[in-house]
């Protein structure tokens, strides 16, 4: 490292090859560097450093504390206008701008984006961050189990998930004195000492200082004893990483040593658990354990949140996700570095990487250098749920957003015809045509600048570009996006170039970060109610005129509200390929109403979300699943057709 | 090294407290060497080693091709007498064997032993491998994730399952033109190429050289595009690492868009997939590929078996697993090197550490160097299992077994009460009581004894040391062992001493392995036929007079030769806790009948398994699970109550 901080970092030159290969070919063709000399390059010491293998580590949050004297870098978030099915680039943009701003502006720079889920992987071909000749290298160790943590993630929900069955079972199965005296054993002496996590349920209760059980009354041991869960309202599912859709509902207990205790269920894909939200949101393990304590499963019969911690297993969960907090280091196709951490699912759940990954990156960037994160799914809801959640969270502030958008995406809010996945796009897309593109712009795009205003924070746009868009559509999208509030807009092709073909976009960052940092607010004040809060972001972000309750969303809403939880931010679980509720619903849509039919918690997670529609939670596989192309070649252990 | 090849390695002395510390307080008083070092020290090159972390590695098979010219080391392998329900020291044996061997006799030794399933850890108290003073460090990263391998066992295990559901599904809603038009798409020329992994399924059909599935007839579209999967004789089942009972039982499919099709399954604990035991077995990562391909999950509606290559997923479970194959280095409290890889059930599969760890360790060692595995379970299963499964699929000669006793076990087979966990021991177990150690030594002993013998293999006897034994006790268990037939037979306190306590063993290793390699033999031919294979080994091993199939396991065994497995070799699914199938019956029981329930078949692993009684796959929680006692403290991320 130089005097004013400035790494002494290897870059990895490209050699770019036209036509461009395929993602995996670009892969293969750079020899990343060994992960240590990437850790020592960006400052991180050896002690700090977890290898696994050699092309990924785990970084140590002893970082925060030793450079808690240094100031953040700039904190830029990536954000895009409404997507087609096909997506517009928004990872591949976050790769091009961190590889310009490093290798080519010699930055100190890193990008931190979400681990993908594995099951996914093998139903479609699976995505890598980034594609072109901007990407996360190596592709299948990014997409491939990582360091592990989606795993720990399965099974500290799925503990969770045994303990409430478990526990409903003994209880039903046990009298009174039988349950107490089996949850509080008594010792040689007589005794009946109580767990750390025992004496917390009775703080709960208002039965304070007793370490001995047997001072307890009967009532206050039925009261500790019985959790009295109602199955009817029990929200935590079993997870798996596998793509299964016929664990979508299942029936659970049906053998016969669980007695007829049967219920209906389901499981959910990995990402989507709750703990996996939580790993996204915490700021430390400390915090983490506070939030799974905090995790509510469900209510007791008499309509009382019923926690993780009343279960017990507040430590346990804590246990297996240890080593999780700690972001894995990867870089990038120029030898930059990476965080690849945490990857909540987009629809139910906020959709970020981790706010650890951002922390640690910060400081380690130092003072001039910059962060670079990418907010999942469109702008409406990615860069919303980034600044009403993860930077209330975090405190951080961010100093610019990028917007992506595509020449294909503008026409189709333009009023192009659909853009179907597997379908080969029509002459509208291929051919010049300024008038859809002009209709995107002054829709869509218009609309998403104005959202990111309304946060403060200055916007650049940046115009991925395809080879098929020509110089006249380009043209018309920058000034139009100057003209509709962008502090700055480009065209950028790092997919074909690296990070070469981004370093317009990072100039742009470079110069608008360099003044005083951005007033950033948040939409709503956390102590406005609940359906207040989803109205604000109805009308404000979304366009709405309003939003209109089903009688169970209500209902929610008021026992949320009573149970305490109505201070918490909001994550709105909504289609991503509309503004509205409507996929079908392209540009700007107006004059319409946000139906919300129901509401969910993330207690521990900390926030509140209203689903709009029907969220899937878990895929499926189709008839013929990408993995009919995948092999391996058992000698080079080479993997094709993942990809 | 040395010019001879000897290590230079650094042994880590030990600091011996009377009483002994708890197990977890030992582990923690010792500071493991960076496990790079220890990679150095025995000869791993740098390229060869993947460091997860600073206390645990993965080393490359690279080894096996490099010294290929090196001889391989004594191979031991480690095994008891009938167990108490308390266990009698198998791996702390084991640990204290190779720290005796490595830190005070010098030779170069490995230790290769199971990895432990995680789910247990959260239900009762977790197993460390070894305890006292010979032990595996650090604990807790033996017990938790390791490098997760059975992570990836999981996620194989179920992208199986969930291809078998979901075929049957897409085969049952779609007419064969659809179907055969999913399966075989047609590209832009209109032909349909097919993936190498249907070509091989043609070739099973009888029908080979087609690259374009237009050339099929309509007859042959149909045989290849429907596998008609009858669902009653489905074997696969889906796995979790946890203790879950309410998986026992289950019925999937009953989400609307499984339109009805349902299913009535269960979960298993995750090491008691095939999957695991195909890990243990396996020779390469190609070999690991052909078996994966070979694995039978059911049966069609004509009886004929569905392999997971009819599935198309051969090689998306070979990509899965294509990092476990690496054996995962730790070391003993006394830093020599143990090897922790694969952890088969002992009761369904043939619950042994991997053939690749042993293969690797036998090549690290060297000619004059000694490689100490585990067999799980008494020896009437484990060692039996270890000598005509795994030696068979590894084609290695074991040198001696070293079988471990207790004076508590050989008093319970003498005649003494019942050994209960939880309840404390009867008076016969705490005071002197020859008479019962030597019912034990004549029964129990005489006939394990007997049983190794049966190989060819030299025994050595190991009476794992308790405080409460008297000399006189364990003088007469060293009389009897030799005059029942072992070679050699000591008294070893490696629990309070570590490797100092087991000199002596160390010694009368080296010592009985001194000479010619033993003359090893099987105890049965695969040629005989799957009825006689299992009546051997009850009558050979168990001392049975015969065997009683029931209709369903004759029916079984039918089908089975009839599908071509009749030459695979027998792993019996029998308690541990008799030599006979009753586990109330101790000594060595005789005049008895072996009823076998039923069979199933592990045809990728490799092996038959006959059930002898049922065999819980699946752990339960109990009231109070024990992590009611588990914490950490976020600040030093030290856990307790987990051992």
């Known amino acids: 490292m130089s005097a004013d901080g400035t790494w002494n970092i290897q870059y990895l030159p490209l050699k770019l090859v036209d036509p461009v290969p395929s993602d995996i070919a670009i892969s293969r063709s750079q020899t990343p560097k060994n992960i240590e000399q ?137 009298k009174d004195d039988a349950l107490f005296n089996r949850l509080c054993p008594a010792n040689k002496q007589g005794h009946r000492p109580l767990s750390a996590v025992q004496k917390r349920r009775l703080v709960r209760l208002g039965i304070p200082d007793v370490d001995d059980a047997n001072q307890l009354t009967p009532e206050q041991r039925v009261k500790f004893s019985r959790l009295n869960i109602d199955p009817n309202t029990i929200t935590w599912n079993r997870v798996i990483d596998t793509n299964d859709r016929f664990l979508r509902g299942i029936e659970i207990g049906l053998g016969p040593s669980e007695k007829g205790h049967t219920r209906k269920t389901q499981f959910d894909i990995a990402v989507a658990s709750e703990i996996m939200a939580i790993l996204a949101l915490t700021t430390s393990l400390a915090d983490m354990r506070e939030r799974f304590a905090r995790i509510v499963i469900g209510s007791d019969t008499e309509g009382k949140p019923v926690t993780a911690d009343d279960l017990g297993v507040t430590d346990a969960l804590t246990v297996l996700m240890r080593d999780t907090v700690r972001p894995n280091l990867m870089q990038t196709l120029e030898g ?117 205003n309304k946060f403060g924070v200055p916007v650049v746009v940046c115009v991925n570009k395809f080879s098929t868009d020509t110089d006249k559509e380009l043209e018309m999208v920058v000034n139009k996006a100057l003209s509709h509030g962008a502090k700055k807009a480009v065209v950028s092709s790092h997919w074909s170039e690296g990070g070469a073909g981004s370093v317009q976009l990072a100039q742009a960052i470079v110069d608008i970060t ?120 058992p000698e080079t252990e080479l993997i094709d057709g993942l990809f």
């Open 38 to 174: 990437l850790g020592r390059e960006i400052g991180v010491l050896p002690d700090e450093l977890d290898p696994y293998g050699k092309k990924k580590a785990k970084v140590s949050l002893d970082v925060l504390k030793r450079l808690q004297h240094v100031k953040d870098g700039k904190y830029i978030v990536v954000a895009g206008i409404t997507p087609t099915p096909l997506g517009e680039g928004k990872s591949t943009t976050t790769m091009g701008l961190v590889q310009a701003l490093g290798s080519h502006l010699h930055k100190n720079v890193f990008a931190c984006v979400r681990q993908p889920s594995q099951g996914p992987t093998f139903g479609i071909k699976g995505g890598a961050a980034g594609g072109g000749y901007a990407q996360v290298i190596p592709m299948e160790e990014f997409n491939l189990h990582l360091t592990g943590d989606i795993h720990a993630i399965t099974a500290a929900n799925n503990l969770l998930a045994a303990a409430i069955d478990a526990r409903m079972f003994h209880e039903s199965t046990q």
């Open 336 to 452: 930059t570095p990476v965080f690849v951490h945490a990857g909540p699912f987009a629809n139910i759940a906020h959709g970020q990487s981790s706010i650890l990954a951002d922390k640690v990156a910060l400081k380690l960037v130092g003072e001039h250098g910059y962060v670079v994160t990418e907010a999942g799914f469109g702008a409406d809801i990615g860069m919303e749920k980034f600044f009403n959640i993860k930077c209330r969270y975090s405190g951080l502030k961010p100093s610019a957003v990028v917007i992506v958008a595509t020449v294909r995406a503008l026409k189709m809010h333009g009023g192009g015809p659909p853009v179907v996945a597997g379908a080969p796009l029509k002459h509208e897309y291929l051919d010049e045509n300024l008038e859809l593109v002009a209709g995107g712009c002054d829709t869509n795009l218009r609309k998403q600048i104005e959202n990111a």
């Open 514 to 633: 360099s003044g005083p940092h951005p007033d950033f607010k948040y939409l709503y004040p956390l102590e406005m109610s609940l359906e207040d809060k989803i109205a604000t972001i109805a009308r404000e972000i979304y366009g709405a005129d309003g939003i209109e309750l089903s009688d169970e969303a209500r209902e929610k809403l008021k026992r949320y509200t009573q149970q305490g939880f109505g201070n918490l931010p909001i994550c709105m679980a909504k289609t991503h390929l509309s503004l509205s509720h409507d996929p079908t619903k392209k540009g700007a849509p107006t004059n319409f109403t946000l139906p919300i039919r129901d509401v969910r918690a993330s207690v521990g997670a900390g926030f509140i979300y209203p689903l709009v529609g029907e969220m899937t939670t878990m895929p499926g596989l189709s008839t013929r699943p990408c993995f009919f192309d995948i092999t391996i070649d």
